[in-house]
């Protein structure tokens, strides 16, 4: 049983993010959302932590999150995939357990 | 709401559980066991001091079965048990006694 | 009742800044009636919640710290703490609450309900539940 993380924490504001990349295991899938979006930019101190695990861990980001913070996808770090509400519950049920890191 | 008591008045809330703890007494609590129509006994005041002396170490009313599985074990197995308990107090010992005894209403307790 | 189901509660917040501690020590107390198993987890300032000496009095707030000892009644007695939290925090095993239950099953004999974990361990344990509850 793999699990689905959610994040919704800018990661320059609390250490959610990376408290939850610590605990992620091999496998499990890293959901980004609300304030948690701005995490998913290229170019950022933890960028290449996230380029590192992606593959083994698997990265979403919620659409109408990035839109509303006027963030395009030519933002967004590579590995990282766009979903919007429907693939959010995909993924809710795709997974066994979900873990939030507030 | 409050209850009376030497002249003094001590607030509680709709059900009848104190406001503030610290306002508890002996006489207060005499006092609420009447209002819920009970006689307070030598039966009943162990109870009540077991719950005082557990919020004091805790700073939690225990849950029904707690309480029982404490009892006993401090007092013995014919005093730890429910039927004993709704005995003394027939509306539930963690609704009557918690209010006796001058606690909050314990958490959980639905 | 079906088979029981693995819970963890997860703690990440210091107590008494926010409400999340205390929200998450009354859910542990009101679950605990439903005779599931129930561990906790503390890591990152969630270590701060079971440290040793929180007084409140000036504070005009409840301590609620005593609390946790009261857990192994509810049988919670498991409760892994994140040692890479404390280093981080410049603490130690030392600095936290001494916290037991009595094992039933070993004749009602006192052990310590905490159980220091490494984070790659805390991983396995999160691994290993049906549900995680976060605060």
């Given at each position: 049983m793999t699990t689905l993380h959610i994040v919704n924490k800018s990661p320059f504001e609390k250490n959610a993010m990376e408290s939850c990349l610590g605990h992620a295991l091999d496998g499990d899938a890293i959901l980004l959302f609300e304030d948690g979006v701005y995490g998913a930019l290229s170019n950022t101190r933890i960028a290449n932590e996230i380029s590192r695990r992606a593959g083994a861990v698997k990265f979403f980001v919620l659409g109408p999150d990035l839109n509303a913070r006027?963030?395009?996808?030519?933002?967004?770090?590579?590995?990282?995939?766009?979903?919007?509400?429907?693939?959010?519950?995909?993924?809710?049920?795709?997974?066994?357990?979900?873990?939030s890191w507030l | 709401m409050a209850y009376e008591v030497n002249g003094t008045t001590v607030e509680h809330?709709?059900?009848?559980?104190?406001?503030?703890?610290?306002?508890?007494?002996?006489?207060?609590?005499?006092?609420?066991?009447?209002?819920?129509?009970?006689?307070?006994n030598e039966e009943r005041w162990e109870v009540v001091n077991f719950l005082r002396n557990y919020y004091d170490e805790y700073q939690v009313a225990p849950a029904v079965r707690v309480l029982t599985k404490a009892?006993?074990?401090?007092?013995?197995?014919?005093?730890?048990?429910?039927?004993?308990?709704?005995?003394l107090f027939p509306y539930g010992p963690a609704k009557q006694a918690c209010m006796i005894a001058g606690l909050p209403k314990p958490t959980g307790c639905v | 009742m079906s088979e029981a189901k693995k819970f963890l509660y997860v703690n990440r917040k210091a107590p008494y800044g926010t409400i999340y501690a205390l929200e998450s020590l009354e859910v542990v107390l009101i679950g605990a009636a439903f005779d599931q198993?129930?561990?906790?987890?503390?890591?990152?300032?969630?270590?701060?919640q079971i440290a040793k000496g929180q007084d409140t009095k000036s504070l005009g707030?409840?301590?609620?710290?005593?609390?946790?000892?009261?857990l192994g009644d509810?049988?919670?007695?498991?409760?892994?703490v994140e040692k890479d939290s404390l280093d981080e925090r410049g603490l130690s095993a030392d600095d936290l609450m001494e916290i037991t239950y009595e094992d039933e099953n070993?004749?009602?004999?006192?052990?310590?309900?905490?159980?220091?974990?490494?984070?790659?361990?805390?991983?396995?344990?999160?691994r290993d539940q049906d549900v995680i509850l976060s605060f």
């Open positions: 006027g963030l395009g996808d030519g933002r967004i770090a590579d590995g990282i995939t766009v979903v919007d509400y429907s693939g959010f519950v995909d993924l809710v049920t795709t997974h066994g357990r979900t873990q | 809330d709709e059900e009848g559980y104190l406001t503030d703890l610290n306002d508890w007494s002996e006489q207060i609590a005499l006092e609420i066991a009447k209002n819920q129509q009970l006689e307070m009892l006993a074990k401090t007092m013995g197995p014919e005093k730890g048990n429910n039927k004993y308990l709704y005995e | 198993h129930v561990s906790l987890a503390f890591v990152d300032d969630g270590v701060f707030v409840k301590n609620f710290s005593p609390t946790y000892r009261a509810y049988g919670v007695t498991k409760f892994y070993d004749g009602f004999a006192e052990k310590p309900s905490i159980i220091v974990v490494t984070k790659a361990e805390m991983a396995e344990v999160m």
